[in-house]
């Protein structure tokens, strides 16, 4: 039996990160010339790219192949939240991959594409759904492991 209130949670931070991350990357694709590179801070630049592939720019030309990984992904995690959906802050990781999912997912869908923005040193250029769903994985091995226990005194 699925907890309402921790359904609640999780659809409310999966709506929230995908209207951050929609809304981020449409400001990058209107004010943000395609190609363009322009520091933000030492490290860290502005970039306006299209990422056809997934993470590191992987299965370029996976089109529907990748719209169908990510639909069966974010199945297999409703399901695992309708098993789990009691366990304390599962609503958390649920709701960061679902929301990151749907971002991409979104775009995916409507552009074939998804536009990254953010490009660190040594690293691929990425975005919001991209660090919530890096956000949602932690977070998940969190729930999984649990917090930390202490040995029961004998």
């Known amino acids: 039996m699925i907890s309402g209130q921790s359904a609640l949670r999780a659809a409310a931070l999966a709506a929230a990160v995908v209207a951050v991350d929609q809304a981020t990357k449409t400001l990058v694709r209107h ?5 363009s590179r322009d520091g933000v ?7 306006h790219v299209r990422n056809r592939g997934v993470a590191f720019g992987l ?9 169908l990984i990510g639909v069966v992904a974010i199945s297999a995690l409703l399901i ?4 789990h959906s009691r366990r304390p802050l599962v609503w958390l990781p649920t709701g960061l991959l679902l929301g ?4 991409n997912l979104i775009d995916r869908l ?3 594409y998804v536009t990254d923005f953010i490009d660190l040193p040594a690293w691929p250029a990425f975005n919001v759904a991209d660090i ?5 994985v932690l977070s998940l091995l969190y729930v999984l492991e649990g917090p930390p226990r202490h040995a029961d005194p004998a």
């Open 80 to 83: 695992f939240f309708a098993r």
């Open 41 to 47: 801070f030492p490290g860290v630049e502005l970039v």
């Open 110 to 112: 409507d552009r074939g």
């Open 59 to 67: 299965f370029v030309d996976g089109g529907t192949v990748l719209v």
């Open 100 to 103: 990151g999912a749907a971002g």
């Open 132 to 136: 919530s769903i890096t956000l949602g």
């Open 31 to 35: 004010n943000v010339e395609f190609g």
